[in-house]
């Protein structure tokens, strides 16, 4: 059965799960980036699990109304938890140092299969569209990757900033 599942997937689909590997194993190792980059992964990947949802169930109010809740969820959430040391900001170069870190590349596979899964059981039952508890299970799955990259991103943000940001400070990240 998962051959044939296999067997029917798309090219382009292991080109974007080799895309995601890449982009998550670059993250492993101690990087620096600008604000701007440290923005653009988890609005990209927020987005790939809207849309997933929206490929998924279409514009059903339930399912975008969960992935929102989820999402804000997990940023109030995030706010609360102890910091991880090692994030810098160096005023000179204008970038931040990031230590490397598995979670945005965990992440990253959790929202790719996540939307392999719920488009394989969607084309063998198509009946799951309309059944509540599976579309806010994916919603509420969805809506946390998506929070816990935003959290990531934002959590690192104040870490760089939430000192004096004209100094290189030596910070935490949520």
């Known amino acids: 059965m998962i051959l044939a599942i296999l067997a029917h997937t798309p090219v382009w689909v292991f080109a974007v799960l080799a895309l995601l590997i890449a982009l998550g ?3 492993l190792k101690v990087r ?3 604000t701007r980059q440290l923005l653009v992964l988890p609005i990209v990947m927020g987005l790939f699990s809207l849309f997933g949802l929206y490929q998924s ?6 399912a975008i109304a969960t992935w929102l ?3 804000a969820a997990s940023l109030a959430v ?6 991880q040391a090692g994030v810098q900001y160096s005023a000179a170069s204008r970038r931040i140092r990031i230590p490397g870190s598995g979670w945005p590349l ?6 790719f299969f996540l939307r392999y899964v719920a488009a394989v059981g969607l084309a063998l039952h198509p009946a799951l569209r309309a059944e509540p508890t599976f579309v806010v299970a994916i919603a509420a799955a969805y809506g946390l990757s998506s929070g816990c990259f935003a ?7 104040r870490a760089a900033f939430g000192r004096r940001p004209n100094t290189t400070t030596t910070t935490s990240i949520a």
Do not use: C, K, N, Y
């Not at 169930?57 to 339930?62: E, H, I, S």
């Not at 965990?106 to 929202?111: E, K």
């Open 25 to 27: 194993v670059r993250r």
């Open 32 to 34: 620096e980036v600008t």
């Open 57 to 62: 169930f279409g514009p059903q109010p339930v």
């Open 69 to 71: 809740v989820v999402v």
């Open 78 to 83: 995030a706010r609360s938890l102890p910091p």
């Open 106 to 111: 965990a992440l990253m596979m959790t929202i």
């Open 151 to 157: 959290a990531r991103a934002l959590g690192t943000w």
